[in-house]
C-alpha cells in the first residue's frame, strides 16, 4: 500500500507571498492532519481534516488554513507569509478521526520565506 | 507542566546494549500512547503504539506504559547504530482531543 504523498517537498517563497501544500492521504485513510515541526518549537499540530471537514484546529493564526475534498486528498495554505513560517510542514493520516489513531506521516514539504 | 516531557540527550548507548527512552504526560486521561523514531532530515516513523497499562513487544523494542505514574518508556534492545536517531513521544489529549509530541530524545548508538 502506498504512504502519504506530499507536495511539492521543497519551497522557496518571498515573505508576503502564499502558499498552497498539498497531502494525499494512504488508500482507504479518511482523517488527515498537519503539522509544522521547528528546530525550537518541535511538532506543532495545525488542523485535522475528516471527511471534508475541519474537525479539529491548533493554535495557529487564520494566515494557516487548510480544507480536505472527496478523495481525502488535503491542502493547506498559509497566506502572508512571515519568516518565521520557515518550517517542516508534515502531514499525516490516520483511518479514523481524532487523536486516538494511529497516525502516519508524509515526507514533509520544507518551506523556506526569505 | 509541559504536556508531554522528554530528555533532550543525546542519550548515548553502546552497540548491543538496552537503550530505554522515557517520556512523562500530564493528562490523566490520555489513552493512546506512541513512539515515532525521526532520522535527521527525514519524518516521522510511526514505531510502536500502545493503548494499555503494561508491556508491549514488537521485535527489539519494548513499549512499557504506566498510567497510575503517567509515564511510558521505549525499550530498544540489542541497540544498532542505525537505530540513532530521534526518538519522539506522542500522548492523545482528551480534553480537546489532540496528539501532543514531546520534543524528543536523541539517541546515539555508539559502535
Known amino acids: 500500500k502506498a504512504g502519504v504523498t506530499q507536495t511539492p517537498r521543497y519551497l522557496i517563497k518571498t515573505r508576503g507571498q502564499q502558499v498552497t501544500l498539498s497531502c494525499s492521504p494512504i488508500?482507504?485513510?479518511?482523517?488527515v492532519s498537519w503539522y509544522q515541526q521547528t528546530p525550537g518549537q518541535g511538532l506543532q499540530f495545525l488542523f485535522e481534516y475528516f471527511s471534508e471537514t475541519q474537525r479539529n484546529k491548533g493554535n495557529f493564526p487564520g494566515r494557516f488554513s487548510g480544507r480536505q475534498f472527496s478523495n481525502s486528498r488535503s491542502e493547506m495554505n498559509v497566506s502572508t507569509l512571515e519568516l518565521g513560517d520557515s518550517a517542516l510542514y508534515l502531514c499525516?493520516?490516520?483511518?479514523?478521526?481524532?487523536?486516538?489513531?494511529?497516525?502516519?506521516f508524509g515526507p514533509g514539504t520544507r518551506l523556506t520565506v526569505t | 507542566q509541559k504536556e508531554v516531557e522528554q530528555n533532550s540527550g543525546p542519550l548515548s548507548v553502546p552497540e548491543g546494549a538496552i537503550a530505554s527512552l522515557n517520556c512523562t504526560y500530564s493528562?490523566?486521561?490520555?489513552?493512546?500512547f506512541f513512539w515515532y523514531r525521526q532520522y535527521s532530515g527525514k519524518s516521522p516513523e510511526l514505531i510502536m503504539f500502545?493503548?494499555?497499562?503494561g508491556d508491549k513487544e514488537d521485535g527489539r523494542f519494548t513499549a512499557q506504559l504506566n498510567k497510575a505514574s503517567q509515564y511510558v518508556s521505549l525499550l530498544i534492545r540489542d541497540s544498532q547504530p542505525s537505530d540513532s536517531a530521534t526518538y519522539l513521544c506522542a500522548v492523545n489529549t482528551v480534553r480537546d482531543d489532540k496528539i501532543i509530541f514531546g520534543k524528543g530524545t536523541r539517541l546515539h548508538i555508539l559502535p
Open positions: 500502545i493503548y494499555s497499562n
Open positions: 493528562d490523566r486521561g490520555s489513552q493512546s
Open positions: 499525516a493520516s490516520s483511518l479514523k478521526g481524532g487523536s486516538s489513531y494511529e497516525q502516519y
Open positions: 488508500s482507504g485513510h479518511r482523517s
